[in-house]
């Protein structure tokens, strides 16, 4: 099965941190991951748009505009958006770390607006996208920040930096531009017995029934099949 529709891509990753005021533990992998999915998306015929690395990938890249951020000119200027760096999740909040203080040292999930402009697809490979499979959570953390995007990939609790999953990023890109569901093929690839990476995907719909079957069908050649409300979500995950 094919892919028919062009799919433009971002990737941003942070391996060294800085010993100021955004250190964080050094990561090795977070370039070989994405870096793999946006070379094989490109590699099958797909745009690379940007490739931010280390002191160049910047929070104010993910941060809404109306959060003093730059989001609409990248993050959401793509269809299918990865970042890994360090994660977190407190209070039903998710974050993402940066090593470079362009503005802030992180970004929240309550200053994304995911799918405002272009975004489809977004998957953050670092800790903590949720915490756990419970629906109140879920919902507390990706409802508000869903607001357009399909399907927000991610990791419940800890991922691991290790050259086991390094070659995931080129994994996941081949099995959707094969024509794979992206949710499946995410839980599928993401998950590490190995490496005690447990995956989830969770996608967005008017109603159930929507969400539903862009959890369990949607592959690429549903970049133009709108989701116009997030007013439910549902997922699948793997542990």
Known sequence: MGIHVTVRTGVEWINNFHDDSCSQNELSYCDDQV???FNTMGDRGHVKVFDWGNDNAWETDFRHPSFGGD???WSDDVHFCMVCDH???EDN????YFAAKHDRCSVDSTQMRLGAKNLKWFAALGCDAVLNTNADHIVAVWGGPMQGVHIV???I???????????LGEDFADDICDGDAIASAWVSRAYSFWTGDDSIAIAAGADQGEAVSRRDHENL???????RQTNWLAWKYRT
Not at 157 to 167: I, Y
Not at 221 to 227: A, K
């Open 87 to 89: 994660g977190g999740n």
């Open 221 to 227: 050649d549903w970049r133009d099949s709108n989701v």
């Open 35 to 37: 870096e793999g999915f």
């Open 153 to 155: 990939c991610g990791y």
């Open 157 to 167: 609790g800890t991922s691991a930096d290790s050259w086991w999953t390094s070659d």
């Open 93 to 96: 909040v998710a974050s993402f």
């Open 71 to 73: 989001s609409l000119n």
